[in-house]
């Protein structure tokens, strides 16, 4: 405590002042004249502060923060009681104890505890003050805790209750409404535990599309349509990007000063977002938010979750934008172009396919005849080599090919590693041939079982680094595990629903054939075949191409031996299972 002293005697002490700290909590980050804003917070608990003769330190706050969830990170909150021990803090006046928290009384009892153990008192605007040295106020102050845990919990139940009744009933849930569409209600009727039931629930359906094209359904429909006009022509372009390309699509809205649904310019990730939002198709669908770099969720939507029924059919929210083939194989093209900037030219088998990589790990491009590394010029990394890296397109690709050949033409063989490259083949020549929306669908289901396991993964190494310690503790690990594994089964019962394509015969012949018996020779398939065709072979029999720096660089031997440069890893069945779930 801080003591002040008569003016012209230091000696004579007057009186201790104690120091208080408001504490301001809201869930959701938002400005009102409700009784609970921060703002209103903030007055009432430094006014209670003078009226209580104490010296205000000032507010600490917490926006958008949850006071139930034993999760949510409150900075603001620990901070507080990291100056209540360092004796900075004496009192702690909060607008009312759900400020405080709504945990389980289990969970904050200890803090309290500590609080009173520090002498720190607990004052609540609404409640009146709970002291360190009344058993009763901290009893009392229990059952308050507990009172405001429940009324949580009970609002949590309801709500989540109610959210999940909507979805199953297809029904949108509230929250921004995806850009080029609008909302109505709409009475549903359903029959549940045997008794009728109606609802009224929200459903989405395109905005209505003037003449010109003007409105967001329309600059949506004229995306896509741009897409598909471009997608599958050649693009010989260097320097600009493809115009089916997410990028392309950004610059062309940006250039006719089409606005965002925030009046804003584009920007690449708002439109990969919009582009693969099943909710432009009539599928109801949940946002997949990013991790961060210790697992934990951030606010940025990296891809979305189709709901489904128990026959596994899409639940439908409305009426689509984009018809639901249409949608799918517009995310076969997002997909495998990523934001577009993989689109290369024309002449370049490898560089097209995600396959080829330098030795530093950068991927490699295409310059006019060669192969280089992407790495930027300048730009120095530890342990990696200096300079660029350049190889001639021919021979790598020539080389590429010797190695696809040499599995094709010994296919009669019993060999395990070659079957096995074959298998795998088939399978991935199967996957190009099946319906883009059951491709997309295993593709989905498989990242979504990843996801899964890294999940438990994580759960078991918490638990040895002591998180789950203690009686609460164990309970919740226990809880965590039940519903991950219950999650990571009902995966794998889906993915076995899917199915996998069947395996379609492999024409080895074909690709086999030539003249003269070199299947790489003048008057071979490989040379009678256009670039798309090259890459279709490379992607079904190679997982990944690497190409070493070379170790001396002019002089008078120039010949590249590209044997001792480049390494293929063939597919197969165990490299592909690694390529999934990385």
Not at 97 to 120: A, M
Not at 297 to 305: D, E, I, L
Not at 566 to 582: G, I, K, P
Request: charged share 30%; aromatic share 6%.
């Amino acid at each position: 405590m801080h003591p002040t002293t008569r003016a012209g005697d230091p000696e004579h002490v007057v009186t201790v002042l104690r120091v208080a700290a408001g504490y301001t909590r809201q869930s959701k980050a938002k400005a009102d004249k409700s009784e609970a804003s921060p703002q209103t917070q903030d007055e009432a608990t430094e006014k209670k502060a003078r009226e209580r003769g104490c010296s205000f330190k000032g507010h600490y706050r917490d926006i958008g923060v949850s006071g139930y969830d034993p999760n949510a990170k409150r900075k603001a909150f620990e901070q507080l009681l990291n100056d209540c021990r360092a004796g900075l803090v004496h009192e702690i006046i909060v607008f009312n104890v759900t400020r405080f928290s709504r945990r389980e009384p289990r969970d904050t009892i200890p803090v309290v505890l500590e609080l009173f153990s520090l002498g720190v008192t607990i004052t609540s605007v609404s409640e009146g003050s709970f002291s360190p040295d009344d058993t009763m106020e901290l009893i009392m102050l229990v059952l308050r805790l507990d009172l405001a845990h429940q009324d949580s919990k009970n609002r949590s139940q309801v709500i989540t209750g109610a959210k999940q009744l909507a979805k199953e009933f297809g029904s949108w849930t509230g929250g921004a409404l995806p850009y080029g569409l609008e909302s109505y209600a709409e009475s549903v009727a359903r029959e549940m535990d045997g008794k009728p039931v109606t609802v009224t629930v929200r459903r989405l359906r395109p905005a209505s599309v003037r003449e010109d094209g003007t409105d967001q359904a329309g600059e949506v429909l004229k995306m896509v349509d741009r897409i598909f006009e471009y997608k599958d022509k050649p693009w010989e372009g260097k320097k600009n990007a493809h115009p089916a390309s997410v990028g392309a699509i950004v610059t062309w809205l940006n250039s006719r000063n089409v606005r965002t649904q925030k009046g804003g310019l584009w920007r690449e990730r708002a439109v990969k977002r919009l582009l693969t939002d099943p909710r432009l198709a009539g599928m109801a669908a949940e946002p997949v938010y990013a991790l961060d770099k210790d697992g934990n969720k951030t606010r940025n939507v990296s891809g979305y979750r189709i709901l489904r029924d128990e026959a596994g059919e899409p639940v439908t929210i409305g009426q689509a934008l984009i018809p639901s083939t249409r949608f799918f194989e517009l995310q076969e093209w997002l997909t495998g172009r990523g934001r577009g900037s993989g689109a290369s030219p024309g002449k370049y088998v490898l560089t097209a396919l995600g396959k080829l990589y330098c030795e530093c790990g950068r991927p490699m491009t295409g310059s006019r005849d060669v192969y280089k590394c992407s790495r930027p010029s300048g730009v120095v990394e530890e342990g990696k080599h200096e300079g660029g890296s350049t190889i001639q397109q021919v021979g790598v690709d020539t080389y590429v090919a010797s190695k696809i050949m040499a599995v094709i033409t010994n296919a009669d063989e019993e060999d395990p590693e070659t079957l096995d490259i074959l298998g795998e083949a088939a399978s991935r020549l199967a996957q190009r041939q099946e319906r883009p929306e059951v491709r997309s669908e295993r593709a989905t289901l498989l990242g979504e079982r990843a996801e899964t396991v890294r999940s438990i993964e994580r759960l078991y190494a918490d638990l040895r680094i002591g998180i789950y310690d203690g009686e609460i503790g164990r309970r919740q690990f226990l809880a965590d595990k039940k519903s991950l594994e219950a999650r990571l089964q009902g995966i794998d019962v889906r993915i076995a629903e899917v199915g996998s394509p069947g395996l379609p015969p492999l024409p080895v012949e074909e690709w086999a054939d030539s003249e003269d018996g070199d299947p790489l020779g003048p008057h071979s398939w490989w040379a009678r075949a256009d670039v798309d065709d090259r890459r279709m072979l490379v992607e079904l029999f190679v997982n990944r191409v690497t190409v070493a720096k070379a170790e001396t660089r002019g002089g008078t031997e120039r010949a590249c031996r590209v044997e001792d440069r480049v390494t293929v890893l063939m597919s197969s069945s165990q490299a592909n299972a690694e390529e999934r779930t990385a």
